[in-house]
């Protein structure tokens, strides 16, 4: 079975600050996507990585793919109070999509 | 004009009880899923179903049994509830794009179940 792994599992950030969420997973896969969810809600979808090198952005998230490390980013820049919630990451095996343990992201004024 | 809804939000029920959560899409989508999130938020895979296939965890007891009438529904029954099935409960489909590429998942709402 495919495993994903997020580092960090917690994080708490000042607003204003930069962070880094990583999320490695254990085999080659080249479709990556990163998922939002707040407290008591849904997951929404932030992003989808489909190849090596790709790169997106939306407001002060960024997501990266690195496939040959098995290894995809998510930046935050200048983080603001309303990106707190859980971040999770996927990765897709056959047509199954297996996720990583998410961060929970606290943003503190 | 919701995309993927599940029903019940919440259901709270006594152990040894069945009971079951449905889910239906209106996105026209192939496949559908059905995720199960403990209290550490952790997501796991329960079942995909697509036009061909039902694929089954092994991991997953079987008192739980998903039945899928077409493909816009899955739904999933319980039986012999326990207590360790407490969870919040996700339906998800997707499209099976070219080169067995799927879209994104798209997520219901969850279905909280509560076995006391």
């Known amino acids: 079975e495919l495993k994903v792994e997020q580092n960090p599992l917690f994080l708490s950030m000042q607003e204003g600050k930069n962070y880094t969420i990583y999320c490695n997973y254990s085999t080659t896969s080249d479709r990556l996507y990163w998922y939002r969810q707040d407290p008591g809600k849904s997951l929404e979808s932030l992003f989808v990585?489909?190849?090596?090198?790709a790169v997106k952005q939306e407001g002060r998230l960024m997501a990266s793919l690195d496939t040959k490390a098995r290894l995809s980013t998510l930046h935050i820049t200048a983080a603001v109070h309303d990106l707190s919630a859980t971040y999770f990451c996927a990765v897709q095996g056959g047509n199954q999509f297996y996720f990583g343990t998410g961060t929970s992201l606290t943003v503190i004024p | 004009d919701t995309a993927v809804s599940q029903t019940p939000k919440y259901l709270v029920t006594q152990m040894g009880n069945d009971k079951s959560i449905k889910c239906e899409q209106n996105?026209?989508?192939?496949?559908m899923y059905w995720y199960k999130q403990d209290s550490k938020k952790f997501l796991k895979i329960m079942f995909s179903y697509n036009n061909k296939e039902l694929i089954i965890n092994e991991t997953v007891p079987n008192r739980f049994s998903p039945k899928s009438p077409d493909k816009a529904h899955l739904n999933l029954h319980i039986n012999s509830l326990e207590l360790g099935d407490s969870a919040v409960y996700f339906c998800?489909?997707?499209?099976?794009?070219?080169?067995?590429?799927?879209?994104?998942?798209?997520f219901g709402n969850g279905t909280r179940l509560t076995v006391t």
């Open positions: 998800a489909s997707s499209q099976e794009l070219a080169g067995q590429l799927n879209s994104p998942l798209h």
């Open positions: 996105l026209g989508h192939d496949t």
């Open positions: 990585l489909l190849s090596n090198g």
